[in-house]
């Protein structure tokens, strides 16, 4: 997402500032075009009146130059929206996936009680069936006991399957984590840029005008 922005911003440099400051370059000159030609009062004229063509063509560039920075200015300015946008979700996914996994954790444990009362179940039946004289081979294939065998299998299939939805959970937790980081690092270095490019705006046109002087 941020290479997309970036390449985006160098477009718009390239095919506005990058042609008004070629411009500039070439309006810079004009004092030494001034000086050079400055050899009679026909020739002076002649300068002097060329000279406002070109401090017309400067103030249209000074216009030019104002609306490009302008333009990329609000450019940083919605990738920084966007950015915050993208943060606040993330946030509130993480949230969601929280909410899931504390759920889980509740799920979990009553299953465990349930595995946990299975087996004393199994424990029991197998000690009455003893008491019968039944052999372990015959308790083992007993209805009762086979009922509860399967049972306490079927929670603990249950508790495997949860505590693998715990681990996905907590990953996607980390990771998302992770890009929020990410995501705040980008729009730290969004704000650095766009108040360089400020900066770079005043500068600019400060340039520009001092050529006109």
């Known amino acids: ?116 009362g299975a087996d004393k179940k199994i424990e029991s039946i197998k000690t009455k069936l003893q008491e019968v004289d039944l052999s372990d081979e015959e308790t083992e294939q007993h209805p009762v006991y086979i009922q509860s065998v399967t049972s306490s299998k079927s929670f603990q299939t249950t508790l495997e399957e949860k505590n693998c939805r715990v681990a996905k959970l907590k990953q996607d937790i980390e990771h998302i984590q992770s890009d929020i980081e990410s995501h705040k690092n980008a729009l730290s270095e969004l704000h650095r840029d766009l108040d360089k490019t400020k900066v770079e705006q005043s500068d600019v046109i400060d340039e520009l005008n001092s050529v006109r002087v």
């Open 1 to 116: 997402m941020y290479n997309g922005f970036t390449r985006l911003y160098k477009a718009i440099w390239y095919s506005q500032v990058g042609r008004a400051l070629q411009q500039t370059e070439k309006l810079k000159e004009i004092p030494e075009i001034l000086y050079e030609t400055l050899e009679d009062d026909t020739k002076s004229i002649r300068v002097n009146s060329q000279y406002q063509e070109q401090d017309d063509t400067l103030k249209d560039n000074l216009e030019v130059m104002r609306e490009a920075y302008e333009d990329i200015i609000q450019d940083k300015q919605r990738n920084i929206q966007n950015y915050k946008q993208v943060i606040g979700q993330l946030m509130a996914h993480v949230e969601m996936k929280k909410n899931s996994l504390k759920s889980l954790f509740q799920e979990i444990k009553q299953v465990e009680q349930l595995k946990e």
